[in-house]
Every structure is written in structure tokens, then in C-alpha cells.
């Protein structure tokens, strides 16, 4: 079994709709991230969680937000979608140490339309 | 920029010749990371090379930290198809909750 599942692995939706992509991780990890990936700018950070009750701003929070629901979840809404957040967005978990060491999702390739 | 930046962007070999990825970046690190992704998957951890290291190997991978120019390689020995992948560098920066700054990727093509 996968250590870092995403799902759903791809969405299309409409501009104006609420969308939540969901991480779930079994390594025992305390920290958490959100990115996404466009072609040609690469892994831009959203939000970060080093434990439950931890939430932190990434490069590019603005339309998104998070919960950390338990330690093993995170999950990444879009209240109002709109079609410049089409792109691929991953999660992924790294323990409590200095050299973060980062182990990511398959992805969920999402379209707005 | 905070970022990596990964050079040449864009490599195409021969299966059984050598790669050589480099990056450069602009502020103090803890440490440096490089990360594969094969198309449209997830990115998968490499290696990790600490600032007061400046090689270091693993299988046919082999990492170089310059921190006086703020520069790493990564060199694939014998490259395979398999290996034809996005690898990104990352350097792991001293503040922002020591946060990756992941550059832009260079695409690498192994040609069989």
C-alpha cells in the first residue's frame, strides 16, 4: 500500500465550485504540505502543518485553505474554483528533523473549467 | 529568487552515457536535496547532501555541494531509459521552517 495517498486522483469542475483534495499518510509523520505543480514553474508551496493544531502559509495560500484533521490527514480546499487553478497538486509528509526529507503523494490533476 | 535553479533545463543522451544535472542557488542552506518525477507521478527523493558535505554517492548517483558558490550537480553514471525523468534540486533553506525551495525542474531524455 501506498504510504501517501491523494484522492481523488483527478477532478474537472466548474469555476464557482468548492473542491477538497484530501492527503492521507501511514508514515507516521508529524509534518504535512500542499503544492502545486504548473509546467515550467515547478513545485510552489500552499500551506504546511507541523502537527495538528499547526497551520502555515505557503508562497501561494491566497484562494486556498487547509484542515489537519488528525495526523494523518490533510486536506486542501478551493472555496470558489477558478479555471488559474487548474494544475497538478500534490501533498507530502516529512518527520520532526532539521533535514526534511519530503515524500509525496501520486497527485490529483485537477481542471477548472 | 529563493529557488534552485537547474541547468541545462533540458539533456538528451545516449543509454550508457553519463548525465550531469547542475543548480545553483542564492541563500544559506541546511542542506540539499534532489528529487525525481516521472511523468505526471509524484516527485521521489534521491539523495540529500548536508552544507558541510561536498560529495556524496549513492548507486550510480553521485551529489556535489559547493557552498562557497552555492552550487550542486548531480551526475547519473551509465544512464538507462529508465532514467529518463524531471529531476528537480531543492535546497533546504536555514529559515522558513527550513522549507524546500524547489527549482523548475530539467527534463532528462535517455534515449535507448
Known amino acids: 500500500d501506498a504510504d501517501v495517498t491523494q484522492t481523488p486522483r483527478n477532478r474537472i469542475t466548474k469555476t464557482g465550485k468548492r473542491i477538497m483534495l484530501e492527503c492521507s499518510q501511514t508514515?507516521?509523520?508529524?509534518?504535512m504540505y500542499w503544492y502545486r505543480q504548473d509546467p515550467g514553474l515547478g513545485l510552489r508551496l500552499i500551506y504546511y502543518s507541523f502537527d495538528v493544531k499547526d497551520i502555515n502559509k505557503g508562497e501561494i495560500s491566497d484562494g486556498y485553505s487547509v484542515s489537519r484533521q488528525a495526523q494523518a490527514k490533510f486536506s486542501l480546499s478551493l472555496e470558489s474554483a477558478i479555471p488559474n487553478q487548474t494544475a497538478l497538486y500534490f501533498c507530502a509528509t516529512s518527520r520532526s528533523n532539521s533535514y526534511n526529507e519530503q515524500f509525496f503523494g501520486p497527485g490529483t490533476r485537477l481542471t477548472v473549467l | 529568487s529563493q529557488q534552485g535553479e537547474e541547468d541545462p533545463q533540458a539533456l538528451s543522451i545516449q543509454e550508457g552515457e553519463n548525465a550531469t544535472m547542475n543548480c545553483s542557488y542564492k541563500?544559506?542552506?541546511?542542506?540539499l536535496q534532489w528529487y525525481r518525477q516521472n511523468s505526471g507521478r509524484g516527485l521521489v527523493h534521491l539523495i540529500l547532501i548536508r552544507s558541510n558535505e561536498r560529495e556524496k554517492h549513492s548507486g550510480r548517483l553521485r551529489v556535489t555541494l559547493d557552498t562557497s558558490k552555492k552550487s550542486s550537480s548531480l551526475l547519473i553514471t551509465a544512464s538507462r531509459a529508465a532514467d529518463t525523468a524531471s529531476y528537480f534540486c531543492a535546497p533546504v533553506l536555514n529559515y522558513g521552517n527550513n522549507r524546500l525551495a524547489f527549482g523548475k525542474g530539467n527534463q532528462v531524455v535517455v534515449i535507448p
Open positions: 541563500t544559506s542552506i541546511n542542506n
Open positions: 508514515k507516521g509523520h508529524d509534518r
